[in-house]
């Protein structure tokens, strides 16, 4: 899990040096949809698409380890979770997959 610090601003961390990420709007929803994720309730008109050279299962798994760990503070897991996201996965309906994504279904608890 990326330090306070490695987090852009707009998910929620302390690093404003990652202009090549989601800010603003796109970050939000991100975080909205990790919230959903940690309240057991995403978003079900959201489809994941894995970015190339991602595993989806390997992804997944992480973000549910983040989020069932009981260390880090709740703003923290959170802000990560949703950078990693964005990261790693392309939130977009069946016709906007970018060529060669996976998809992952969004539903359930992660």
């Given at each position: 899990m990326?330090?306070?610090?490695?987090?852009?601003?707009?998910f929620?961390?302390?690093?404003g040096?990652?202009?090549?990420?989601?800010?603003g709007?796109?970050a939000r929803?991100?975080?909205?949809?990790?919230?959903?994720?940690?309240r057991?309730?995403?978003?079900?008109?959201?489809?994941?698409?894995?970015?190339?050279?991602?595993?989806?299962t390997?992804?997944i798994?992480?973000?549910?380890?983040i989020l069932?760990s009981?260390e880090?503070?709740?703003?923290?897991k959170?802000?990560?979770?949703?950078?990693?996201?964005?990261?790693?996965?392309?939130?977009?309906r069946p016709?906007?997959?970018p060529?060669?994504a996976?998809?992952?279904?969004?539903?359930?608890?992660?």
């Open positions: 990326p330090p306070p610090s490695g987090i852009p601003e707009a929620g961390g302390a690093s040096d990652r202009p090549e990420l989601e800010t709007a796109a929803d991100w975080v909205r949809y990790a919230e959903g994720l940690f057991g309730d995403p978003m079900d008109s959201v489809q994941l698409y894995t970015r190339p050279d991602i595993d989806p390997l992804a798994r992480h973000i549910t380890a069932r009981f880090p503070k709740h703003e923290h959170i802000a990560a979770t949703a950078f990693l996201l964005a990261r790693w996965f392309a939130a977009l016709h906007d997959a060529q060669g996976r998809k992952k279904d969004a539903g359930g608890t992660p």
